[in-house]
T-cell receptor, first 114, second 111 residues
Framework: SQTIHQWPATLVQPVGSPLSLECTVE??????LYWYRQAAGRGLQLLFY??????ISSEVPQNLSASRPQDRQFILSSKKLLLSDSGFYLC?????????????FGPGTRLTVL | RKEVEQDPGPFNVPEGATVAFNCTYS??????FFWYRQDCRKEPKLLMS???SGNEDGRFTAQLNRASQYISLLIRDSKLSDSATYLC????????????FGTGTRLKVLA
């Protein structure tokens, strides 16, 4: 069965520090991968999605970046965190090319920027 | 107009009640629809897909109304464990990989 891992689970970082969040998927190949952010009391904001290794689409211009160095690995990074980067970061995946496929989420990383 | 809109609630209902949520979408060409459940401080989890003909899973029924551009979720015989935020999700076009999430409707089932 497929599983998705995210780490760390929680993170507290000072403003201006770098960030690296990792997401890995097991039990499937060539998944479409997504990064979302959910601010407190808000909806899910799509940040990036990837349809393959090295292929990243950015939805919102900001100080975050994403990379996909391996088929089942998706990394979210920042060189300098802002207070507004605080939130719940969720990685998700779907299989196949059909938009009828359900999307599945990892357990998330809760980031607090102080 | 937002791409996907939901009443944020909260909907406070007694155990055993029937409750319904609607979710409207703006893109008439939207192809796929889903309902997710999100518990406090947890990731969203798929509740059910929404098919054109409507579908039922136990106490949960989902409907799609393309003419009026909304989807609905009906929960019968509410349980305390149904308390959560319910997110509707719309995929605007075939061939795109974007899933548009509503901000969610919060449900509280009261003893």
């Amino acid at each position: 069965s497929q599983t998705i891992h995210q780490w760390p689970a929680t993170l507290v970082q000072p403003v201006g520090s770098p960030l690296s969040l990792e997401c890995t998927v097991e039990g499937t190949s060539n998944p479409n991968l997504y990064w979302y952010r959910q601010a407190a009391g808000r909806g899910l904001q799509l940040l990036f999605y990837s349809v393959g290794i090295g292929q990243i689409s950015s939805e919102v211009p900001q100080n975050l970046s994403a990379s996909r160095p391996q088929d089942r690995q998706f990394i979210l990074s920042s060189k300098k965190l802002l207070l507004s980067d605080s939130g719940f970061y969720l990685c998700a995946w779907i299989t196949g090319l059909s938009s009828y496929n359900e999307q599945f989420f990892g357990p998330g990383t809760r980031l607090t920027v102080l | 107009r937002k791409e996907v809109e939901q009443d944020p609630g909260p909907f406070n209902v007694p155990e055993g009640a029937t409750v319904a949520f609607n979710c409207t979408y703006s893109n008439s060409a939207s192809q796929s629809f889903f309902w997710y459940r999100q518990d406090c401080r947890k990731e969203p989890k798929l509740l059910m897909s929404v098919y054109s003909s409507g579908n039922e899973d136990g106490r949960f029924t989902a409907q799609l109304n393309r003419a009026s551009q909304y989807i609905s979720l009906l929960i019968r015989d509410s349980k305390l464990s149904d308390s959560a935020t319910y997110l509707c999700v719309v995929v605007p076009n075939s061939g795109t990989y974007k899933y548009i999430f509503g901000t969610g409707t919060r449900l509280k089932v009261l003893a």
